[in-house]
């Protein structure tokens, strides 16, 4: 078997066959995510670019947010599934690239701007996902990234009240157990912003996303009312980086 042939052993969660819109998505109460994403993703995103990657980009769930500002727009995933909802979705408007991140299948700066959102839960060894994501950039090339953050209130109480024995302050790597995929992963954020920086990124702004994520909340004040109050949080809660995600604009 060729080195590229050979199964990776570093891809943790394998979306073949699941289907991650109707049952992430749409089956679930999850608008007010959905909408925290878009309103994040319309913030930090160049208007217009060239050559644009959603990586690990799934079904193009974003792909309304980017179509418009990019000449040309790929989608980026391990999974064929996600890739052929994709295209079924949204026809020759992208492109779609099967891949696995650890390796990426663009050539060194060769990419305007990308997103990554809602991935870094799923990847290991954050070094080399950031260190891949800066070479394929152009000079100047933005990326905007979403991180899981282990430091969130919820997080803090379970500590607190031990409900839970991670650390939510220590920048140790949170490893989480999933109920049918494996591991995931959650962040501290100034390790994970150690991580942009040693790759060579300049971090250009933050936002706290998600930051009302409860069912809780969903229920005593609906998702109108939560997405209107994410509006002026995102950037009021980014400096003490609040949010279940945080987003990140980088520059190469
Ligand atoms: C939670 S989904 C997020 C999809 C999309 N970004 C969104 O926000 O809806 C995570 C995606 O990461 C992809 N993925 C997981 N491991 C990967 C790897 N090693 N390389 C590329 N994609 C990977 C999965 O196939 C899945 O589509």
């Known amino acids: 078997m060729s080195e590229s042939k050979k199964p990776t052993t570093e891809v943790v969660a394998d979306y073949n066959g699941y289907d991650y819109k109707k049952i992430f998505w749409e089956d679930a109460d999850r608008k007010y995510e959905d909408l925290a994403d878009r309103m ?27 179509i418009p500002r990019a000449k040309t727009a790929t989608v980026f995933d391990y999974s064929k ?16 690239k099967a891949g696995d991140i650890y390796k990426l299948p663009f050539d060194d700066a060769s990419v305007d701007a990308l997103i990554m959102v809602r991935a870094t839960h799923h990847f290991k060894d ?33 500590y607190w009240t031990g409900k839970s024995d991670i650390n939510p302050f220590s920048r ?29 990124f300049q971090i250009d702004e933050v936002l706290s996303v998600s930051n009302f994520r409860s069912a809780k909340l969903k229920q005593i ?22 949010a279940p995600s945080i987003y990140y604009k980088l520059v190469k």
């Open 40 to 66: 994040a993703v319309r913030r930090l995103l160049p208007s217009q670019v060239d050559n644009f990657v959603d990586i690990a980009g799934g079904y193009g769930r974003l792909a309304d947010e980017y």
């Open 81 to 96: 599934t996600e890739l052929a909802q994709a295209k079924e979705l949204y026809g020759d408007k992208i492109k779609t």
């Open 126 to 158: 954050m070094q080399k996902v950031s260190d891949q994501l800066y070479r394929i950039l152009k000079p100047g090339g933005v990326a905007v990234i979403e991180v899981a953050n282990k430091k969130t209130l919820p997080k803090m109480m379970r």
């Open 172 to 200: 140790e790597v949170a490893r989480l157990k999933e109920l049918n995929a494996g591991e995931f992963y959650n962040y501290h954020p100034k390790y994970i912003e150690e991580i942009f920086k040693r790759s060579g």
């Open 221 to 242: 004040f609906g998702t109108k009312n939560l997405v209107k109050m994410e509006k002026t949080a995102q950037k009021l809660l980014a400096p003490i980086r609040f």
